[in-house]
Structures are given as C-alpha cells and as structure tokens.
C-alpha cells in the first residue's frame, strides 16, 4: 500500500471551512485509493505546523510554507472546480 500523504488544509479561522474542505479531500481521494491525512489550523498557523505535510490546501492566502506546495482553493466550499482541483492533489501527491 502506498505511504499515507500528509495534508495540512487552512482557512480563516480554523473551525468550520477546513472541516468541510478536509472531509472532502479525505473522501474524494479515498475514491482513488489515495491514502493521506488531514490536519487542519488557521492560515496564520501554517507556518508553524506545515513541516513534515506533502501538501498545503487553502482556502485564503497564506505564507511561510517553504518548498511544500500550495493549492489555493474555494471549490470545495461552492461545488464548482472540485474535480479539477482534485486532480491538481493528485498530481502534486504522486510519488
């Protein structure tokens, strides 16, 4: 089985919106057999817990991620562009 991805989702304020947005991710790679973690914090917490993820998923701005990639993204909240932006995830978690 594939090692499990590691995905660090952010909004605003860390409650509701990345709940959402991570379940999704979580669910829609399932679907693709694509194991990976989620954790979720505010956009002003990125920069202290993005060590150690493959992926950052947003859904407002953020900074301070170092080399690990950025998926800005609100698709996963209005249902529109999901499917491509799934896709970028894919593409950013091969191996």
Partial sequence: MAQKKRILVACGTAIATSTVVARKIEEELGKRNIPVETTQCKAAEVPSKVEGHDLVVTTTF???????PVIHSVSFLTGVGIEKDIEKIVEYLKD
């Fill in 62 to 68: 953020v900074s301070g991620t170092g080399d690990v």
